[in-house]
């Protein structure tokens, strides 16, 4: 259970899943409002969520869960691609019997939104993206061209390198020097297999997906490396808009947490 900071304490549980167990953070009241699934960006966890989970818990159900292979969920045997996490969090709401939810996903995560909204329109009510990758095909070679997955050995001996940038130039943002660090640790973990969620987002075409959507789409483009790529979305989308966020970058769950509950709140309760 997390409490400081205020806000809702969070909880942790386990479930079962087709890839294994499913680890998830749970806080809330069950009330009239449709609860909000968290989706974290990749690699990483639910943990990215902890402090946003605690505002929005104040008011109604939130769950973030741990995609299969990420954070304390058990890995699947092969990598499932945006359509196979996106079944196995449709299998967790099923399983928790949240009925019609709203879906919140960083990144990577917002992809995994997307394509539940495509499988199950029935289930989900409202999504929020944190940034669109909209890649054209071009892009999406050569960013799997430039794409490398290295072992624990080659991590170990980057780390004096990579965690400086990852704080100063990455989660620019974030308050807390610990916290990042161990968000930092949760993308380093696994690294074959933490790797697929990244390449599944990389690789999965969201500009054909986007206009079959019709639930209601608000997408948050701060200023961080998608940010060029976001824009790309609003024609695409049916129902919904932009909302440009040119001064915050990563980090910002934690360091703006309250506006950004602001942000989702007037959107979901609207």
């Not at 099923?94 to 992809?111: R, S």
């Not at 986007?210 to 998608?226: E, M, R, Y």
């Amino acid at each position: 259970m997390t409490l400081a900071g205020g806000g809702a304490p969070v909880y942790r549980a386990y479930t079962a899943g087709s890839h294994g167990q499913i680890h998830y953070r749970h806080a809330g009241p069950e009330e009239n409002r449709s609860p909000l699934l968290l989706l974290h960006s990749c690699p990483g966890s639910g943990y990215l969520y902890d402090a946003f989970a605690r505002e929005m818990g104040r008011d109604r159900t939130v769950i973030a869960p741990d995609f299969p292979g990420f954070g304390m969920s058990e890995a699947p045997l092969s990598a499932p691609g945006i359509e196979g996490y996106a079944a196995a969090m449709l299998e967790l709401e099923t399983t928790l019997a949240l009925g019609l939810f709203d879906v919140m996903g960083y990144h990577a995560g917002g992809v995994v939104a997307a394509e539940m909204a495509r499988q199950r329109p029935d289930t989900v009510r409202k999504i929020i993206m944190i940034g669109a990758p909209v890649f054209t095909g071009a892009e999406r070679d050569k960013f799997n061209a430039r794409f490398s997955v290295h072992g624990p050995d080659e991590r170990a001996k980057a780390m004096d390198k990579s965690w400086p940038i990852f704080k100063t130039q990455f989660w620019k943002m974030g308050p807390d020097p610990e916290r990042a660090w161990n968000i930092y640790l949760d993308g380093q973990k696994s690294p074959e297999v933490s790797s697929w969620g990244l390449r599944a987002a990389i690789t999965y075409d969201l500009a054909s997906v986007l206009p079959t959507i019709d639930q209601p789409i608000l997408v948050l483009n701060p200023g961080d490396d998608l940010a060029d790529y976001t824009p790309r979305a609003a024609p695409l989308i049916k129902n919904g808009r932009i909302h440009n966020l040119p001064e915050w970058t990563h980090g910002m769950l934690d360091a703006k947490t309250a506006e950004i509950a602001g942000l989702v709140r007037d959107f979901l309760d609207r």
